[in-house]
Nanobody, 115 residues
Framework: QVQLVESGGGLVQAGGSLRLSCTASGSIFGINSMGWYRQAPGKQREWVAAITSGGITNYAGSVKDRFTISRDNAKNTVGLQMDSLKPEDTAVYYC?????????WGQGTQVTVSS
C-alpha cells in the first residue's frame, strides 16, 4: 500500500502562482511514475503532468510551459509548480503514484483561480 498526502493549493488571482506538494509513504519501493491529475466541476478527471523515477517529465498541452513537475526520490515527494495560472486551471488536483500493479491517489487539494 502507498499513502499519498498533498499540500498546497488555495485561491490565487489569474496570472499568479501556486505550488503543490505530495509526500508518499508505505510501500514506496514499488513506485515508478508519479504525477498530477485534476478534476474541474462537472468534468472528468484529466491528466496534468508526470515524472518517472529517472526524472523524465511529460505535460498535458494545456499546462506545458506554465507548470513544472519535480521529484525528490530521497524524500519521496513530488511537486507541481504552477505559474501563469488561468481561471480554467480551477480544479481539485490529485497526486498519483503508479506501480506495476496498482495506481494510488491522494485525497485531492483545491486550486481556485479568480479572474
Amino acid at each position: 500500500q502507498v499513502q499519498l498526502v498533498e499540500s498546497g493549493g488555495g485561491l490565487v488571482q489569474a496570472g499568479g502562482s501556486l505550488r503543490l506538494s505530495c509526500t508518499a509513504s508505505g510501500s514506496i519501493f514499488g513506485i515508478n511514475s508519479m504525477g498530477w491529475y485534476r478534476q474541474a466541476p462537472g468534468k472528468q478527471r484529466e491528466w496534468v503532468a508526470a515524472i518517472t523515477s529517472g526524472g523524465i517529465t511529460n505535460y498535458a498541452g494545456s499546462v506545458k510551459d506554465r507548470f513544472t513537475i519535480s521529484r525528490d526520490n530521497a524524500k519521496n515527494t513530488v511537486g507541481l509548480q504552477m505559474d501563469s495560472l488561468k481561471p480554467e486551471d480551477t480544479a481539485v488536483y490529485y497526486c498519483n503514484a503508479q506501480t506495476y500493479v496498482l495506481d494510488y491517489w491522494g485525497q485531492g487539494t483545491q486550486v481556485t483561480v479568480s479572474s
